[in-house]
């Protein structure tokens, strides 16, 4: 069973460029979540998806970022105009389950990230 | 607002040594906890995963114990080796059904022969 694919795993992009992270969670797997780790730091939760839905985007900036779960194919985030400042490593993260809704617990699979280089 | 500290950021000890890492959140309303690894220059990979209903759980020398009350979690490791040397993170999910984490800075384990 393949696990959470993320491509690319390295992006360079030069400032004011677009970036599109891809994101293939589990097979089977309908939520998805985008996590982002700046150099040093620890994860910091950025959106959280189903299939065609944006449940939440609390961490998400307001501005220039945006994602998608569509009905077919990965799930995208993507960032318009890109600054030195979004340097980081993108990571996606899918699940079977949405936590207490389904009496279930809610095991993340983590992807190998996307290294996003703003030059 | 849920905030997780782990304790202490880094930790070098010698091979063979039994050690403790420690993780605390504000919130004690959380589902459940998981413990990750992180390599280098690398993604996550899961170790332990704690129910809110759960006390402990245990993956080969790896046990990982909760007290929700207290807002703590512990990962202890056992013999350790070289090969532990990574980075541990501790993660908290929220009591909605939103799922999503909150995760420590981590400490950096360091092992050496």
């Known amino acids: 069973n393949a696990g959470v694919m993320q491509n690319p795993r390295h992006l360079v992009r030069r400032r004011g460029q677009e970036a599109r992270l891809r994101c293939s969670p589990v097979?089977?797997?309908?939520?998805v979540y985008w996590y982002r780790q700046l150099p040093e730091e620890g994860l910091k939760f950025m959106v959280y998806l189903q299939k065609e839905n944006i449940i939440d985007e609390s961490g998400m900036p307001k501005e220039r970022f945006s994602a998608e779960f569509p009905k077919e194919g990965p799930s995208i985030l993507r960032i318009q105009q890109v600054v030195r400042g979004d340097s980081a490593a993108y990571f996606c993260?899918?699940?079977?389950?949405?936590?207490?809704?389904?009496?279930?617990?809610?095991?993340?699979?983590f992807g190998p990230g996307t290294r996003l280089t703003v030059l | 607002k849920q905030e997780v500290t782990q304790i202490p950021a880094a930790l070098s000890v010698p091979e063979g040594e039994n050690l403790v890492l420690n993780c605390s959140f504000t919130d004690s309303a959380i589902y459940n906890l998981q413990w990750f690894r992180q390599d280098p220059g690398k993604g996550l990979t899961s170790l332990l995963l704690i129910q809110s209903s759960q006390r402990e759980q245990t993956s080969g020398r790896l046990n990982a114990s909760l007290d929700k009350s207290s807002g703590r979690s512990t990962l202890y490791i056992a013999a350790s080796q070289p090969g532990d040397s990574a980075t541990y993170l501790c993660a908290v999910s929220i009591n909605t059904n939103a799922g999503k984490s909150t995760f420590g800075d981590g400490t950096t384990l360091t092992v050496k022969p």
């Open positions: 097979k089977g797997h309908s939520h």
């Open positions: 993260a899918s699940s079977p389950f949405s936590g207490a809704t389904s009496g279930s617990y809610n095991e993340q699979f």
